[in-house]
Nanobody
Framework: QVQLVESGGGLVQAGGSLRLSCVAS????????MGWYRQAPGKQRELVAG???????SYADSVKGRFTISRDNAKNTVYLQMNSLKPEDTTVYYC??????????WGQGTQVTVSS
């Protein structure tokens, strides 16, 4: 059983930055892939960025070069640094943890709003 708690969302103007944090608690496995997803109304949930336990990262083309995912294993925390934000980035962002067995845990979501 794992609980994910996100923070750091909010309102920012275009070109600004936000840093999202996700803290995992409960039965944490040593080997987990974690990531950030986003889902706009009427759209599929899409992977924004992912990071393995060894620090290997992947990004959606739409955010590559602007967003950076990182993790602090000692704090059971994953971060998403979002720079050069655009109005198109406005949506709810969800933290994800995937177990070695392929089971997904999800955070409650944090709202990111970028004004033009």
């Amino acid at each position: 059983q794992v609980q994910l708690v996100e923070s750091g969302g909010g309102l920012v103007q275009a070109g600004g930055s936000l840093r999202l944090s996700c803290v995992a608690s409960g039965s944490i496995f040593s080997i987990n892939t974690m990531g950030w997803y986003r889902q706009a109304p009427g759209k599929q949930r899409e992977l924004v960025a992912g990071i393995t336990s060894y620090g290997i990262t992947s990004y959606a083309d739409s955010v590559k070069g602007r967003f950076t995912i990182s993790r602090d294993n000692a704090k059971n925390t994953v971060y998403l640094q979002m720079n050069s934000l655009k109005p198109e980035d406005t949506t709810v962002y969800y933290c994800n943890l995937r177990t070695p067995g392929g089971f997904d845990y999800w955070g409650q979501g944090t709202q990111v709003t970028v004004s033009s």
